[in-house]
Nanobody, 124 residues
Framework: QVQLVESGGGLVQTGGSLRLSCAAS????????MGWFRQAPGKEREFVAG????????YYAESVKGRFTISRDNALDTVSLQMDNLKPEDTAVYYC?????????????????WGQGTQVTISS
């Protein structure tokens, strides 16, 4: 069992930056592919970014490519999402998730563990 806790959300202006962190406990995060998802008001949850177990591979949604960077520190059991050049459409609750599958997936069903989420609000 893995417990995931997100932090770092907040309110920033368009063009600003935020860094989200996800702290894992219970089992080492190195056992899992990790991902970030988000859910905007009235919309379904969507994939944002994923990172392989050794950080050798990353994958991004087209909407955030070039602006967001996912990283991980297996020694500290943390995963981060650096978000730059933020836009109002990035406003959402952001979730950290862990997958026991081998490869990065954009499918929610491939992820076994989820955090409670952290709110990110971008003002125009």
């Amino acid at each position: 069992q893995v417990q995931l806790v997100e932090s770092g959300g907040g309110l920033v202006q368009t063009g600003g930056s935020l860094r989200l962190s996800c702290a894992a406990s219970g089992r080492t995060v190195s056992n899992y592919v990790m991902g970030w998802f988000r859910q905007a008001p009235g919309k379904e949850r969507e994939f944002v970014a994923g990172i392989s177990r050794t950080a050798s591979a990353t994958y991004y949604a087209e909407s955030v490519k070039g602006r967001f960077t996912i990283s991980r520190d297996n020694a500290l059991d943390t995963v981060s999402l650096q978000m730059d050049n933020l836009k109002p459409e990035d406003t959402a609750v952001y979730y950290c998730a862990g997958s026991g599958h081998t490869y990065i997936s954009s499918l929610e069903s491939r992820y076994d563990y989820w955090g409670q989420g952290t709110q990110v609000t971008i003002s125009s």
